[in-house]
């Protein structure tokens, strides 16, 4: 079975990539790692409910699994984002009650928790409402929810927004949810975030230039390595990004080619060299940059002061140090 990928997201990206012209459109955790030994043996497959998990719905046919590569024959232009962070399985499954209203579950087996994590973050809006549910973290948006916990990863689709299949949306999502299994521990990466104002659900947690490009075109024209990153937005309108590279020599290879990018720019006004890292005015945004250890910080804001400040504290952070008080 072949689908549409469910995410606006993924077109946002394409969107993207064809309008560089644009300055700026509108983690850390270390390598993938490989799945734990006990949630391989769990798989994709044993986190779908039963009919006997479940009040007044059940399974419709036999459920599906695409692993690696066959992935692609389940999400017609969109599984390059999933390989990106880091995927092994899905496994999917179509329910119906007594009245004829479908849902649609996949449950998705990530490579780490970190990457499960991420592609959370990248199908979640951070506009929906929290499940509340013990053990796992969701959002519910309309007629469809996302939980994480460990390398899993859970959608649930309804295919229309009646009543009925709204409550069918909870009921597989909390079935669904009591069979999830792993820690909700984040990536360290998304620590480097200061919480002081940030937004609640708006960080993203990238592994890769695709998922990058489906939030910002950061420095047109430069193919800059993101390795791992997390995005942070503020209440004030300020943008956050915290890139990590796998050592400070990466990382210092990476700024400069910023900052030789930067310095060409004719959009960038009241360029400001300042270290390794700069500020400038793009139109109304002030933008800097700066590098602490393997850490690069960009950010977004409406004034020089407030986003040289965010990017001081984030990189304190970064690096493990603590910004004066």
Not at 231 to 254: Q, W
Request: some cysteine.
């Amino acid at each position: 079975m072949a689908t549409q990928f469910r995410d606006e997201a993924f077109a946002v990206f394409l969107a993207f990539i064809c309008s560089l012209t644009f300055l700026f459109a509108d983690g850390f955790a270390g390598p993938s790692l490989p799945i734990r030994q006990s949630e391989r043996a769990l798989s994709a497959l044993a986190v779908l409910p039963a009919a006997t998990d479940l009040k007044g719905w059940a399974p419709s046919g036999r459920p599906e699994v695409f692993q690696g590569e066959a992935l692609y024959e389940y999400i017609d232009g969109g599984a390059e984002i999933y390989q990106e962070y880091g995927f092994h399985e899905v496994a999917v499954q179509d329910y119906k009650n007594r009245a004829g209203r479908a849902v649609t579950l996949e449950v998705y087996l990530m490579t780490s928790a970190a990457a499960a994590y991420g592609i959370y973050t990248f199908k979640t809006t951070g506009e929906g409402r929290a499940t509340g549910w013990e053990g796992v973290e969701g959002e519910i948006e309309a007629y469809y929810l996302n939980l994480w916990r460990g390398s899993f990863l859970a959608t649930v689709t309804g295919l229309d927004e009646s009543p009925e299949t709204a409550e069918g949306v909870m009921a597989l999502g909390q079935a669904a949810a009591a069979k999830m299994s792993g820690s909700l521990e984040k990536p360290v990466l998304v620590e480097s975030l200061p919480q002081a104002g940030l937004k609640p659900g708006s960080t993203k947690y990238l592994r890769g230039r695709m998922g990058l490009y489906n939030i910002r075109i950061l420095f047109p024209g430069l193919v800059f390595p993101v390795p791992q990153a997390a995005r942070g937005l503020y209440n004030d309108g300020a943008e956050l990004f915290v890139f990590a590279y796998e050592s400070a020599a990466e990382a210092a290879a990476a700024m400069a080619a910023i900052l030789a990018s930067v310095r060409t720019n004719e959009r960038l006004k009241d360029l400001q060299v300042e270290g390794e890292g700069f500020i400038a005015l793009d139109a109304s945004e002030a933008v800097a940059s700066g590098l602490s250890g393997r850490f690069i910080v960009v950010v977004l804001a409406a004034q020089s002061d407030r986003a040289r400040g965010l990017k001081d504290s984030a990189a304190a952070l970064a690096a493990g140090r603590r910004p004066a008080p």
